[in-house]
């Protein structure tokens, strides 16, 4: 998957799973300019020629800053809730940051199917990734995408029971 004018590189696992989300449906979040690129609400690519995304589509700690702040997903303890679409990322064993991301794109009993780049992955086991559990950070990824309120990153409505609501079995 690679959306016309992203561009693929080495290290890209971040880069492709905004890819997917993007199309999925998610609209891009901020203004596009370079100025603002490491702003936790933009969420783009396609900028310039010199600044051709946004941090958060890229980096895999800076897409979980936006993920959690943003309310276009929220993290669950159990692999059970996860469906096609939703991400999996990975922290480092220390804790201190995310180093990884992935998209969900089957389940098996007891197990997800993720598919990523880096090193071209399509369908492996979360539980044949060697990273253990308690490195896992699981995302249910919003299906709706409320418009978030002027200088805000959180829409008019919201409300943990608001965001509850928007998330919608596939």
């Not at 997917?20 to 300019?33: E, K, Y």
């Not at 997903?73 to 991400?87: K, M």
């Not at 308690?134 to 959180?154: F, N, Y």
């Amino acid at each position: 998957i690679f959306c016309p004018g992203a561009k693929s590189k080495i290290s890209d696992c971040t880069n492709f799973v905004s890819q997917a989300l993007l199309a999925g449906g998610w609209p891009m979040a901020g203004t596009h300019n370079a100025s603002d690129r490491a702003a936790a609400d933009q969420w783009w690519f396609g900028g310039s020629m010199l600044v051709s995304a946004s941090h958060s589509w890229a980096g895999a700690q800076n897409l979980y800053d936006y993920l959690r702040l943003s309310g276009r997903g929220r993290i669950v303890s159990r692999i059970e809730e996860l469906l096609p679409g939703d991400l999996v990322q990975f922290r480092s064993a220390d804790g201190s940051h995310i180093w990884h991301s992935t998209v969900v794109t089957g389940v098996v009993p007891g197990d997800l199917l993720l598919s990523y780049h880096t090193n071209d992955n399509r369908d492996k086991a979360l539980s044949a990734t060697e990273v253990p559990a308690e490195l896992w950070v699981l995302w249910k990824i919003a299906d709706v995408i409320p418009q978030p309120q002027k200088g805000s990153l959180r829409p008019a409505n919201f409300s943990p029971a608001t965001a509850t609501r928007s998330y919608i079995r596939r």
